[in-house]
């Protein structure tokens, strides 16, 4: 599972938002995540590819953001 | 500041028999008992007592997934039940044209609070041996979770307070919502009282006070039994009740329809012992209720107990009734609901005083079950043991009385 996968099964999950909707110029809050549920949503990425975000992250605003900050993670942590 | 009347006009609840007040009602008058066995998987001794429980209370259906995925089942059960009663009092969710709902409130009862989401941090933590559990835990498990997400849900601007004083919990809550109306402080006040007691820790806490009715699948539905000679104590179940407390003369003018009156309350402590109840701490509360309600003990037709099956609990509220209402005692319609719809802690008062307000409402006194032999220690009250049906109340009080010697009373009277 890629990260834009995971995030739309997520939102599904959580929200109902259709996956259709969940691409990557949407903006996260605009599909209703709000702070907490972001805190959710890096819980759970941190749960399932065994990355650990940094405190000091910068919030990403969009779908495309908080996935292009998923797959660097991972391809750090594969290379390490 | 001249006091105002304070009405009653909505009702809300999640019941362990399915539908809303109305329903609950006709079933305590039918005898109905919804207590039940409760079994679980849990390790390393599965849970297998009466309990009762809300089997149709399915929170993602009633609230959404987004909002019931943010909330703890005692949270849960408590917006279910006030989004009831706030539809029941005819107000929309969002604040209407010219609505200012800026010293509109909550006050909610709960005795614990986010048990569940706790524990199952906990089992995350120790029995997973994982090192860290949801981020929302926090906010899933705080005490004023449930009235915080009221306060959300209905754009209230006022007060939001959770009182957690066991199980006298909601009657606080109610109690301290009517007086801000009183006093003209708040125009309206959404109060009840919510919890969810079935948290494998909890229940295990309960039995270690050797307070819990035991049963089996044959005597589950006739565990507690309030007042009775043989009674071996009370049984926990979940629940959730909410009341609109509202300016009389504002619920007249908007032709609101009103369920009743509440017209006295009145908290005391025993100071005495943290479980073992006082005669003279509920023999003031009842009296100062009384007092606050310019009421006598001739005026009361009806009491609902707090009534909960223990051997001392129940001996020591027949006493006090029986010091405060003198030689009327023995005609005073006594009840224990609790042997039907079991004992939801925090959410109790909120729901015995629905009870109380339909029975005045509908002039019908549902019964203590399962009374076939009064414990004379509880004697010298008129213990209703079948339902009455066509009776013509004037006023009635409820009665909880909490662990910590907590006392609370709430007084209503027929809508006139």
């Known amino acids: ?80 | 500041m001249s006091q105002r009347r304070v009405a009653v006009t909505g009702l809300g609840m999640v019941s362990p028999y399915g539908a809303g007040p109305a329903d609950f009602f006709a079933r305590l008058l039918a005898g109905e008992s919804a207590v039940r066995m409760l079994r679980t998987d849990d390790a390393p001794r599965p849970l297998n007592l009466p309990f009762v429980t809300c089997p149709a209370f399915d929170p993602e259906t009633t609230l959404g997934r987004p909002l019931a995925g943010t909330m703890d089942r005692f949270a849960q059960l408590a917006m279910a039940a006030a989004f009831d009663a706030w539809a029941d009092a005819g107000f929309e969710r969002a604040a209407a044209d010219g609505e200012d709902r800026d010293t509109w409130g909550v006050a909610w009862g709960t005795a614990l609070g986010g048990t569940l989401a706790y524990e199952k941090g906990y089992r995350e933590l120790w029995q997973k041996g994982r090192e860290r559990i949801s981020p929302l835990s926090v906010v899933l498990g705080m005490n004023n979770a449930a009235n915080a997400h009221i306060s959300i849900q209905l754009a209230l601007g006022g007060v939001s307070m959770s009182h957690t004083v066991a199980c006298a919990s909601s009657a606080i809550a109610i109690g301290e919502a009517f007086r801000r109306v009183r006093s003209g402080e708040a125009p309206v006040m959404l109060t009840g009282g919510s919890d969810a007691p079935q948290a494998y820790g909890v229940v295990r806490a309960w039995e270690a006070l050797r307070v819990m009715a035991g049963g089996d699948e044959t005597t589950a539905a006739s565990a507690c039994r309030p007042f009775h000679a043989d009674r071996n104590g009370l049984v926990l179940g979940e629940g959730g009740a909410a009341l609109v407390l509202e300016d009389w003369e504002r619920a007249v003018a908007r032709g609101a329809r009103i369920h009743g009156e509440i017209v006295g309350y009145a908290s005391t402590c025993d100071h005495s012992h943290l479980v073992r109840p006082e005669i003279t701490g509920q023999v003031r509360a009842l009296r100062a209720t009384l007092a606050d309600a310019g009421l006598t003990p001739t005026d009361i037709d009806y009491v609902n107990a707090h009534g909960t099956a223990t051997v001392e609990g129940d001996s020591t509220e027949a006493a006090a009734l029986r010091e405060v209402f003198g030689e009327r005692a023995s005609n005073l319609a006594v009840s224990a609901t609790k042997s039907m719809h079991g004992h939801q802690l925090g959410a109790a008062g909120a729901i015995e005083a629905i009870i109380t307000l339909l029975a005045l409402r509908d002039g019908a006194i549902p019964p203590t079950a399962h009374l076939d032999a009064v414990d004379p220690a509880c004697a010298g009250l008129d213990h209703v043991t079948a339902a009455r049906r066509d009776q013509p109340l004037r006023a009635a009080l409820s009665n909880s009385f909490a662990f910590g010697g907590s006392n609370a009373v709430l007084a209503f009277r027929t809508v006139r």
Do not use: C, W, Y
Request: hydrophobic residues 45%; without cysteine.
């Open chain 1, 1 to 80: 599972m890629d990260s834009l996968d995971l995030i739309r099964e997520f939102l599904h999950d959580r929200l109902g938002v259709a996956p259709e909707q969940v691409v990557p110029e949407a903006a996260l809050a605009a599909l209703g995540v709000d702070s907490l549920m972001m805190l959710e949503l890096m819980f759970e990425f941190e749960d399932r590819f065994g990355i650990t975000l940094s405190k000091n992250l910068k919030t990403p605003k969009t779908i495309g953001e908080m996935s292009a900050l998923m797959d660097r993670l991972r391809r750090e942590k594969s290379a390490s």
